[in-house]
């Protein structure tokens, strides 16, 4: 979804995630109207800020956010020699 799909959704979304963020009210409407470029470092912030509604790819397409997943990816624990998995 875009940002700005996402701010239109109800009143005061715009102040909420503002809020959440740490930012003024008016960047969040910079950000939404494509004003101003989303900073990379702020897209995963505003993902969890919204529940995954704006994806870090939504915001920036431009930017390998595969890589970034896959290496947060938590990486299964390696079973102990003789046990088996019950997966």
């Given amino acids: 979804m875009k940002l700005i799909d996402y701010v239109n959704q109800g009143r005061g979304m715009r102040t909420k995630l503002a809020t959440s963020l740490g930012v ?3 960047l969040i409407s910079q950000w939404a109207l494509e004003q101003r470029r989303v900073p990379a470092e702020r897209c995963p912030t505003i993902e969890r ?15 390998d956010w595969a890589y970034l997943r896959q ?8 079973t102990p020699a003789g046990e088996t998995s019950h997966a």
């Fill in 71 to 78: 290496s947060a990816a938590p990486t299964p624990e390696p």
């Fill in 24 to 26: 003024p009210q008016i």
């Fill in 49 to 63: 800020a919204t529940d995954g509604a704006v994806r870090c790819e939504d915001l920036r397409p431009d930017v």
